[in-house]
């Protein structure tokens, strides 16, 4: 149609590719005939926007003005896709909103290049608006989530199952790991988002409906499984044992802070609290990261506010406060989510007690020196391997000793995880046809108390149970649902 458009009317064609400056905008080259499909979309969709613009401005309309745009992504490469939308964005301003669009799409480029209050969500046949009326959000989340939610972010829009982790290490590991299980996250259409940080709650909101939503208009909620993978950031004794401390200063929690805001005489706002939660060796330190001055008459009570006894008593109470803070925490939020937190410390620490500690060890070994197994590097790794082996009972001893060069950053996280992960493919890879030794490793993996978290997770988000078909059942089937197989 816009082929024989432009044979029988040039004028017209180009008022359609100017108008509003499409021309100039997606630089379409007026004299070739052979369009791709791409620019022919563009055109039509100009060719229908002008008739609507004309109809309106000649006619006086009842009603919604409202234009329907289906996949409006389709044949258009990123950078068009966004020229795209944001040119309709400002027509709808420039027209003081007195229309309406509405589009469908499959892409998080588009997705991520709109204020997230103007998402609607179709899952299970029904739809599900993303504005403030019907989320948990206010003001500063949408603001966040304009910020950050990207490209590589936004794909949780189209998931069926959604894994939200703190950094990259997870984001490079769950992935091989659920494979290696039998679990692949892309046949469970799973997408793994990294956060940066802890900032789970922003997302969990954008997924949990408003009381307006499920009291008043009596809609279901959104049930997309979320699972949350989070470190319990409590230091083992051994930690403290090895580091020579027996006593540490800590600002633990927001209440903790405002007692000692009492002895001080200051306000909240006049302090770095960026560092709550963080352990230091003496209380100097710590004062010198809030920005408060320790002296003669506040010293004493600081030190008796700040100044906590280890002990492996007060390791396991402040982990089980820590837990039961999560939960609190996370209380209000009523979308398919469930948390699941590192048994040790980190997620890294907790590998080095598990069945892949050797596997771990040996990634670390190979980051941390330039000839890592030449030498007395080779050596060094071999008497170490060789202790790993025998210690039997997983002690925080060796484990400390695998996972120190990650604490004390002398080896990347994210290049060990990246490094690990590839090891995880490769041993599935070697044993994928060997049902009887792939069956040993992966119940040997989901029995592990250390990976169990990281498992469950993996559970939790998986919709099915993948069974591999060969191809003469794939062509069988393939038959029976389109009658032909070419």
Known sequence: MIIQFYKEGENSFKKIIKWKNLRAEYALNTEEINLGLGNQNLLFIATEMLLLNNFLNESESIGPNITLIEEIEAHLHTQAQIRLIKFLESELEKNNYSSQFILTTHSSNLVSSINPCNIIMIHNDFCYPMNKDYTLLNENDYKFLERFLDATK?????????????????????????????????KSGVSVINVHGTSFERYLKLFSRSEHWIEELNYPK?????????????????????????????????????????????????????????????????????????????????????????????????????????EEKYRSYNCNFKIFTAPEWTLEY???????????????????????????????????????????????????????????????????????????????????DNKEELEKIQNKIMQDDYLKYLIEAIQHVSTVNVVEKSEEEFKEEFEEKVGVFQ
Do not use: W
Request: charged share 35%.
């Open 350 to 432: 907790s590998l080095s007690k598990s069945c892949l500690r050797e596997m771990l060890y040996k990634v670390i070994h190979t980051f941390r020196y330039k000839n890592a197994f030449e030498g007395k590097r080779l050596k060094q790794f071999e008497e170490f391997k060789q202790i790993i082996k025998e210690d039997n009972d997983f002690s925080d001893e060796i484990a400390y000793e695998i996972f120190k060069p990650i604490d004390k950053k002398l080896v990347s996280k994210a290049e060990v995880a990246q490094e690990l992960s590839v090891y995880l493919k490769d041993l599935f890879e070697r044993k994928k």
């Open 154 to 186: 936004c794909n949780l829009f189209f998931a069926k199952g959604i894994i939200l982790v703190e950094g990259e290490s997870e984001m490079f590991l769950i992935p091989a790991l659920a494979e290696l299980i039998g679990l692949p996250l892309h």
């Open 222 to 326: 959104l049930n997309i499984p979320i699972s949350i993978i989070t470190d319990i950031d409590i230091k083992p004794y051994i930690y403290y044992e090895k580091e020579g401390f027996k006593s540490i200063y800590s600002i633990q929690n927001n209440t903790h802070l405002q007692g000692i805001l009492k002895i001080i005489n200051k306000k909240e706002e006049d302090l770095n609290t960026e560092f709550i939660g963080k352990e230091y060796s003496t209380l100097k330190k710590l004062a010198k990261d809030f920005k408060f001055e320790v002296n003669n008459e506040n010293e004493n009570e600081l030190v008796h506010a700040l100044k906590l006894d280890i002990s492996e008593k007060y390791i396991e109470e402040s982990k089980d406060k820590k837990l039961q803070d999560i």
